[in-house]
């Protein structure tokens, strides 16, 4: 973040806090989200000729989607909205046509997701009353613009209605180390890491399989840092003004099995794909192809969104050969699950620390297709992982 911006949000939670109607709050929240939203943009492509314009366009189209959003939602038109969102993600994420054009959208995704969750739980019911002014503050919250989480709004409508609580002390304590924490995260940990060569295909034959490891190691470490880095600092600036945003990480490494390691690890996606894609479309396979076997409907559903999750780092054949691995790890999870509960076999300790280990280095070997430029790449620093140089 630069200075400027810095000390702009440092101004807005002063005024904050200086206000006392909940109205005046409220509006200095919804000039500062579309101030914000506006400010990154420009700064992420204040190099570009007519930056400026740019930037008010792509804040201008985040407004229209959100209106476009509430539209659909007051008109019962989920389907309509369902296409429109779907496909701007598809375009969003399709490789090299956004880049092309040298345009940076920034929080595109996590927006997108937004509206989505407002739309579902529209369609099922289970939203709660939303007008426009609190829909631009929601999806556009400054603190999770770029790097989420992705909230849901019946949790940050919560927080809005207490949006004319006192100023507690607390508040600026707890948002300043939990800042503090993610800035080290980020900054020293992760960009430590990141200047090391975390690229394996770049390593000579010779290199022996121990180093090629530790060097996985380190970049499944980076990417830890570096994004649980980012959610830290949003939990602590949004804590500034009273805010409680969901943690994302909650110490993935140290799960015991992969269903765990998915809910300690982007939590607010995983949970968002759980909802939305596993239990919707288990339900349907079990209502509408009673002919599959239950191990079969289960294996669709968790590769099905596995691969949402892949995708939504971009459409790559390498984001959907690490979504297909963790899918059929959790669909192998699930079984071996099933049978220890059949066959009553308990855990103890030695079997604890094995799961951790499988399951560890099972996540580490995922994320070769996830940094790979392709999949052949891939498949051959698997291959050098476990000593086979051919």
Not at 111 to 127: N, V, Y
Not at 306 to 319: E, K
């Amino acid at each position: 973040m630069s200075a400027p911006a810095l000390l702009i949000g440092l101004s807005i939670v002063a005024i904050f806090w200086r206000l006392r109607a909940a109205s005046a709050r409220s509006n200095l929240l919804l000039a500062g989200t579309l101030g914000a939203a506006a400010l990154l943009t420009w700064q992420a492509i204040s190099t570009a000729e007519q930056a400026l314009p740019i930037s008010i366009g792509l804040t201008a189209l985040n407004v229209a989607l959100i209106a476009f959003t509430c539209w659909s939602i007051n008109r019962h038109h989920f389907r309509l909205a369902t296409i429109v969102l779907i496909g701007l993600f598809i375009i969003l994420k399709w490789p090299g046509l956004i880049e092309s054009t040298s345009i940076t959208w920034l929080g595109a995704s996590y927006l997108l997701f937004r509206l989505l969750h407002l739309i579902f739980e529209s369609h099922t019911g289970q939203l709660p009353s939303l007008n426009f002014k609190d829909a631009l503050i929601y999806t556009l919250f400054p603190p999770a613009l770029i790097a989420g989480p992705i909230d849901r709004l019946p949790r940050f409508k919560s927080d809005l209605a207490q949006i004319d609580q006192p100023f507690q002390s607390d508040f600026i304590v707890e948002g300043a180390w939990r800042i503090f924490v993610g800035v080290f995260k980020k900054f020293v940990l992760a960009d430590f890491l990141a200047h090391l060569p975390l690229d394996l295909s770049q390593y000579p034959g010779n290199a022996s399989v121990l180093y090629l490891w530790l060097i996985l190691y380190g970049y499944g470490f980076m990417l830890y840092f570096d994004f649980s880095g980012y959610t830290d600092m949003a939990v602590g600036a949004a804590r500034l003004l009273g805010f409680n945003l969901p943690d994302n990480f909650n110490a993935p490494y140290l799960k015991t099995n992969l269903a765990r390691f998915w809910q300690a690890w982007h939590i607010t996606l995983s949970s968002w794909a759980r909802d939305y894609v596993f239990f919707p479309l288990a339900r349907s396979l079990r209502l509408k192809m009673t002919w599959l076997p239950a191990n079969g409907a289960a294996l669709i559903s968790h590769l099905a969104t596995m691969l949402v999750i892949g995708l939504w780092h971009g459409f790559a054949w390498t984001f959907v050969m690490w979504g297909a691995w963790h899918g059929a790890g959790l669909f192998v999870v699930k079984t071996w699950g099933d049978f220890t509960r059949a066959h009553h076999i308990k855990s103890n300790r030695a079997i604890t620390v094995l799961n951790w280990f499988v399951t560890f280095n099972f996540v580490m070997l995922g994320w070769v297709f996830f940094s790979a430029r392709d999949v052949p790449t891939a498949l051959k620093i698997i291959e050098r992982l476990f000593g086979v140089n051919g």
